[in-house]
């Protein structure tokens, strides 16, 4: 293959890598496309295809070791207490009559309101004070508290 057209595949090559960054989820693809165009400057100085193969692969390793730090803190587990496990403990009112056969309830917790369902598939009267004991989806799940105030 004519060594002018090797160099524009690595370029393309490299593009097509961080396109597929951008369609997918993890933080994988970018190394190889830093790689990708590591190979294409090697290419551009004239270096034949062997060193741009090598320059490709260590570069590409290297990347992949130097960015998997960045992308563990930034898709790693979240802090205790953030997004809806915020509310998980908490105690709660609730606003309307929790009913497992209807799918009907709502409940308050702070200042924010939710659906609810029963954790025993009980019914639970309005103005019941209730714990929360899991989020799915978007309804906790709760359990009635004895003489629980808020």
């Known amino acids: 293959m004519d060594e002018s057209i090797i160099k524009w595949i690595w370029l393309i090559i490299a593009m097509l890598f961080f396109l597929g960054e951008v369609m997918t989820a993890g933080f994988v693809l970018a190394a190889f496309g830093v790689g990708a165009l590591a190979a294409f400057v090697v290419a551009l100085l004239g270096l034949n295809l062997q060193w741009q193969l090598l320059v490709f692969v260590v570069v590409s390793a290297i990347s992949v070791l ?14 205790e207490g953030v ?33 609810a369902e029963s954790a025993d598939g009980r019914a639970i009267p309005v ?18 508290t004895p003489d629980h105030e808020i």
């Open 66 to 79: 130097l960015s998997r730090r960045f992308a563990d803190r930034v898709t790693g587990e979240q802090a």
């Open 127 to 144: 103005d019941t004070v209730v714990e929360v004991i899991r989020v799915e989806g978007t309804r906790l799940i709760v359990r009635p």
């Open 83 to 115: 997004g809806v496990d915020r509310v998980l403990g908490k105690y709660a009112v609730v606003l309307t009559p929790i009913e497992p056969m209807e799918a009907k309830g709502r409940v308050r917790v702070d200042r924010e309101e939710w659906r």
